[in-house]
């Protein structure tokens, strides 16, 4: 079989990829492709804000991943979504812009990941952004690819909800990525003039006529071709074949916390003995890969409006719906500007340790469940998760050898601490949804209802109904412990030549914080790196 040849070949075309492939083909001279398992983002469901609610659990867009049974949440298996198109989860997530606090960031460095310091990564943030709202120098950039914007048009009880949050204790803060996070505020979000602005969107978009890049969509790696230490390319299936790919400089594998220690694993790269159990041959033995799995585990307030200002669905509110698309098409304001949590913000339970451990994420509409989607009626909710979990769990590959799935096991509530901090922050939800600011439209506390009180009743709620925020990370960690895969100032796989991992699984600890915005920047750092090197006349 003939390989394609390349310089460099990206794999995963979602929020660290594409600012990978855009700076590497930056050099004219240099062969870069860019391949993705999903398809097309060029959609309105996908373009659109309000189209969110059609892409979760849309196998179209959605890799629809499920995790294991979870023994401390009744048994439940969690979905997990995961973006499956260009722009990869940026295409289908709720454009949060979030970068975490800035000992997050040093905690990193103190673990052994030198260069990755909040002092480290500041400027990082700075180059890849063009915030048209927040732009203090000392932590924004204005000269980026990345549009960040405020909603375009929030709803009025988004507004609401910061003002009670005053009257709970928990102050006004206008930028969750300046100075601190505590407090309530209107989110950043990854949009241009009411449009998601998706890592494609910024930074592949704009290149897509360089004829030295090369973008391969619909393109499923099977696995690595490691020869004599070395990854020299990539089997991969594209167009309903089997074809090579291959690399004289490197692949970085982009692909995400769960599908970047697939590859490595399908490819014999992980715990040996694992490995063999299943089937397959170990090429070497990387004991961390797919382990140190971290996740945001989130339990949700949902309460019924008496106001028809919310974003409901009701015979009350067809004008409005009605009038939605031309509002949008013509102005770019409306209902369908919205990404359904434009405020949000930090708070600190009794048991924090100086930083916020808890996060909110507000939404103007009623759900009566956990699924994606806005329901008849008017209501609004708030979304409490753990910031910095203490419990850890792994991803898996199946004994089928056709299919090689990945086996999810969050390992949720494992350490009783997130327990513990999740029953305070729906205690600290509930504080800031009897303030008087919600007297006029507040109805009736549908979940967990307001016979649910003690914590041991508000633990069982949790139990049955706790899901996840979709922030898995942590699964290819940088470090320089023995459970490490990558080595933080290169990025690159340990034992393996050719080969590095620039993505949330790199992360050692989980930010706290939505991921998408560090994502980017890890992309940024490894294309920094690989440039460094070729200068250097390195490879």
């Excluded at 952004?129 to 914007?149: I, K, S």
């Excluded at 434009?342 to 340790?353: L, M, P, V, Y």
């Excluded at 922050?425 to 509930?430: E, S, Y």
């Excluded at 109904?465 to 979709?470: D, I, K």
Aim: aromatic residues 6%.
């Amino acid at each position: 079989m003939k390989a394609e040849r390349y310089d460099h070949i990206v794999v995963g075309a979602g929020s660290a990829g594409c600012v990978v492939a855009n700076r590497l083909s930056a050099d004219p001279s240099v062969r870069v492709c860019l391949i993705e398992a999903g398809g097309s983002d060029n959609s309105l469901r996908v373009s659109v804000p309000a189209g969110i609610l059609s892409l979760y659990g849309n196998p179209n867009y959605d890799y629809c991943f499920v995790g294991l049974p979870q023994p401390h949440l009744n048994n439940r298996s969690i979905p997990v979504n995961r973006g499956k198109a260009l722009g990869g989860s940026s295409s289908i997530n709720s454009m949060v812009y979030i970068r975490g606090a800035a000992q997050d960031y040093d905690e990193w460095a103190g673990l052994g990941c030198a260069g990755w310091a909040y002092s480290d990564v500041l400027p990082v943030f700075r180059k890849l952004e063009r915030n048209l709202v927040a732009q203090d120098p000392r932590y924004h950039g204005t000269d980026g690819e990345l549009m960040v914007d405020n909603p375009r048009d929030p709803n009025v009880l988004s507004g609401m909800f910061v003002k009670a949050g005053e009257n709970a204790g928990l102050p006004a803060n206008a930028d969750f990525n300046a100075e601190g996070q505590f407090g309530l505020g209107i989110y950043n979000v990854t949009q241009n003039r009411g449009q998601r602005f998706s890592s494609f969107t910024a930074f592949m978009r704009p290149v897509l006529n360089r004829k030295n890049l090369t973008l391969l969509s619909a393109c499923e790696v099977i696995d690595l071709v490691i020869a004599e230490g070395r990854a020299t390319g990539l089997r991969v299936r594209h167009d309903g074949q089997e074809k090579m790919l291959s690399a004289s400089h490197e692949i970085v594998l982009c692909a995400g916390a769960i599908n970047s220690p697939k590859i490595l694993m399908a490819s014999g790269i992980g715990p040996a003995d694992e490995l063999r159990r299943i089937g397959i041959t170990p090429v070497l033995d990387l004991p961390g890969v797919g382990k140190n799995l971290q996740d945001h585990i989130d339990g949700m307030i949902t309460v019924r409006s008496r106001s028809t200002r919310t974003l409901g669905l009701s015979l009350a509110n067809l004008p409005r719906i009605a009038a939605a698309p031309f509002q949008y098409f013509a102005r770019r304001k409306g209902m369908l500007t919205t990404n359904y949590v434009e405020a949000g913000g930090f708070a600190k339970t009794r048991h924090a340790n100086g930083l916020p451990d808890i996060q909110f994420h507000f939404v103007p509409g009623y759900r009566s469940h956990r699924g994606r989607l806005i329901e008849y009626g008017h209501g609004y909710a708030i979304h409490t998760c753990v910031l910095r979990p203490k419990s850890v769990g792994e991803i898996r590959l199946s004994r089928d050898s056709s299919r090689r799935d990945v086996l999810i096991d969050h390992r949720f509530f494992t350490h009783e601490d997130d327990a513990t901090v999740l029953v305070e922050g729906i205690k600290i939800a509930r504080k800031i949804l009897a303030a008087s600011e919600f007297d006029p439209v507040r109805g009736k506390e549908m979940l967990p209802g307001k016979d649910v009180r003690s914590d041991d009743e508000i633990l069982a709620y949790l139990r049955a109904e706790a899901l996840t925020v979709y922030h898995p990370v942590g699964t290819c960690k940088m470090g320089t412990d023995a459970m490490a895969v990558v080595d933080p100032a290169t990025l690159k796989v340990r034992g393996v030549d050719g080969l590095r991992v620039a993505d949330a699984s790199v992360m050692p600890k989980l930010i706290g914080g939505n991921t998408n915005a560090p994502s980017m920047m890890i992309g940024q750092k490894v294309s920094e790196m690989i440039l460094g090197s070729a200068h250097r006349g390195g490879k």
